[in-house]
């Protein structure tokens, strides 16, 4: 029932014309002592409880906290909680709690929990948008590093076991670190390669030492050759930096390695040299000249002392051996004269007196030792060749010469057939005993049947360990062109069963590389199908090549559309930029088609896309730092209203300090947001200079009312004396008014009469109405409109001074 309709019920239409008047009392309407007590009545709660019906029926806000607050005031002890729960803002909740904190605390906790919760949820608000920044932190970075989403990770479990977040709370962080765990994910996976290359790398230069220097360097190049087929990603960027470091240091000291063994191999080819030295054929000049080439040699830092000792000692032995050697040349020419001296005497007499067998046996004799006729005296020695010349005219003589060097042929044949040589080798002697066979048939003419046969069998026995290795090499050619052609057969079908969409083209590329060197591993075939099987295999590889480079070029056609949309963006919004520019680089891996275009090419792509996202980047910046700037601004104009408001706050003129405290509000919400970091700081100087500027406003308005009040009072009484009895009454009807009003109790002789007026208050408030009082403003106002009134008395003032008393106006 509301309040109104109770009033009307029990109230009013008790008064009708006609209605049953309440039995008077003999004591004017008063009860007597012998009078049964009446049942407590509980009509005042029940007015009370629709009045706050009524207040509860209005939009929650400013207004109706204010409302609730007045009325909370005179409120039963029973109503208060429900009055309490129905204030709905921060101020609102303040005021109760400073009202009520000594007066009753059940409603004072209420309001003090209900404050705590809205502080927790606000502190809790900005602790999930700090976290969120830096989850968006992480995210937004170039390279994602592990540390940073780790301490991200603990500030969320640190929050959670804090504040306990809710599902929904959870949900926008767990998307974010979502994110940021795909492109952590797609960020390991491609610098795992590198970092295995890396580790590869460093291995090999740990076992350096222990391998021969051509073997490092081919691992190297091998390793090196690898860089290329990796993928370009943040991050990779410094590992593949220390790649080519690591490799560089690697040849370097390889080098050294060879440069030194090098060294260490040139001196020992002059040890060698110095101890392979003929000491019959060599002279002094020839070990000078050693000596110089031992110098000239590049410096040596270890084993250079050694290999000098080894050298000198070599070229010791060589200067004794040499010296040995002209001594014995000396004997030996001596010998050899002698022995020249004496054959040349006997030739000569064999040719004169026609002795060819004597002839010959000491042709024979000077033949064996025709390398030491350079002994001989320059006579001696031209004798000895005109001799052997006219030895050789003698009748016979050509016979025995043409049998002398066939079997000289002969036993090289004999020789090779029992001992052959390797397989090229025999046949390349064999072919050249032939030919000299030839030339001397033409020389010297045919030679006899014996020495033919002689010949002809020894050849056709060295000859078969040649025909051997040409069988073996026929079947090794045979099964070579069966395993190429299985090669080819093997490509084929697995082509003819590639999935040519989904196929991975990583694994197509390390096909064709492992196919081009089984192929070249396979070793030569017969030359009658070494050119079918090299066509049909090129045209195996041709389709596997042309596969490629159609992938390929769907790649480069990729990267290219994803490149010119990343640099669309740079004039969109930015916001909007960013968001499309983190897809693009997910899209650039993950619809990465796998097949590799060359170092240079993936380097010059990769740089293309990565300069046309840093421009959007840059622009995302560009309009941070504009922001950064406006708040700055903002925040120097704020302080510079906030200064405004302290001076103001300090001054004694009431209405030029409401003036400015409106004004400056206003440009104070009219102007931007400030940095966050300073908010709280700025924000709390600014109410703290509202607070101060409200109370020195209540001050001076305090001051001008006691002011004013005193005047209106000394004028009220100066008037006393001339009102009529009327206006007397209006007056203390009037003073009734202001007791309802300031919510001070009227004496009890005027409970009745108060009741009646509030009443009908009431009535012309649900009709819209106010009445006179009501429109005269505050209380101020109409303590001033009732002293305007003429008329008064004693009576009047003592409750009048109540009044001033509960308004601070005494």
Known sequence: MFLWDFFKKGRIEAQ????????????GGKP????????????????????????????????????????????????????????????????????????????????????????????????????????????????????????????????????SLSTEERAGLDAIREQVQARLVAQGDAQRGWVKLRGEIQQLAKSAADQPPQVVLDQLAALVARVGELEAAPGTARIGREIEAAAQALQRSTQERIDHADRIGAREALIAQAKALDAEKIGQRDLDDLQEQWRRLPALDHAAVELAERFSNALAKAKSAMATAHEQQKEKAKAAREFFDEVAGKLATALETGHAVDAIKVHDQIRARMADLRFAPAGVSRKIHALM???????????????????????????????????DLQEAEIKSLQDQWKALDKELGGATDKLWNRFRGATGKAYESVREHRKLQSKLRDRNADAKQDQIRQLKELLAQVDWVTVDWKAVEQLRREAWTAWRAAGPVNRKLADALSKEHDAVMSELDAKLDGARAQERSRRARLTAEAQSLASSDVRDAIIKVRALQERW??????????????????????????????????????????????????????????????????????????????????????????????????????????????VLAAQQDKLRMAEARSADLARRGEATPEQHEAKRAALLDLEIA???????????ARLKRQVALLAKSFHGERDAAGAAGGLTDKLLAWHALPGGDEAMDARLAVILAKAGLA
Not at 594 to 611: A, M, N, T, Y
């Open 16 to 27: 009708k014309p006609g209605a049953p008047a309440a039995p008077a009392t003999a004591s």
């Open 32 to 163: 007597g002592k012998d009078e049964p007590k009446a049942a407590p009545d509980r009509s005042s709660e029940q007015n009370k409880r629709a009045e706050l019906n009524m207040l509860l029926a209005v939009p929650a806000g400013p207004e109706r906290d204010t409302a609730l607050l007045q009325w909370i005031k005179t409120a039963p002890a029973s109503l208060r909680p429900d009055a309490a729960e129905a204030i709905s803002t921060e101020q609102g909740l303040k005021e109760l709690t400073k009202q009520f904190k000594d007066r009753d605390r059940r409603v004072y906790k209420q309001a003090r929990e209900r404050l705590d919760a809205l502080e927790r949820a606000a502190k809790k608000a900005e602790a999930l948008a700090a976290l969120t920044r830096q989850y968006e932190a992480v995210r937004d970075a170039e390279e994602v590093e592990v540390t940073r989403l780790v301490e991200a990770d603990h500030a969320l479990d640190a929050l959670h076991a804090k504040l």
């Open 589 to 698: 891996t993950s619809e990465r088609v796998g097949v590799f275009l060359g170092r240079k090419e993936e380097d010059e792509s990769w740089q293309s896309f990565r300069s046309a996202c840093n421009a959007v980047f840059a622009q995302r910046d560009a309009k941070k730092q504009e922001f950064v700037g406006e708040l700055e601004a903002n925040f120097k104009t704020k302080q510079g209203l906030l200064a405004k408001l302290q001076e103001a706050a300090a001054g004694t003129d009431r209405k030029a300090l409401a003036a400015a405290l409106k004004t400056l509000q206003t440009e104070w919400d009219a102007t931007g947001d400030v940095p966050r970091a300073r908010v709280g700081e700025l924000v709390g100087a600014w109410r703290a200079a509202q607070d101060t500027a409200r109370k020195q406003l209540t």
């Open 742 to 752: 300031a919510q001070v109790d009227s004496p009890p002789e005027f409970k009745d």
């Open 389 to 423: 010349e006219d030895a050789g005219k003698l009748k016979g003589w050509q016979k025995f010469t043409n049998v002398n060097k066939r079997d000289e042929l002969i036993e090289r044949a004999e020789k090779i057939a029992a001992t052959p040589l390797p397989a």
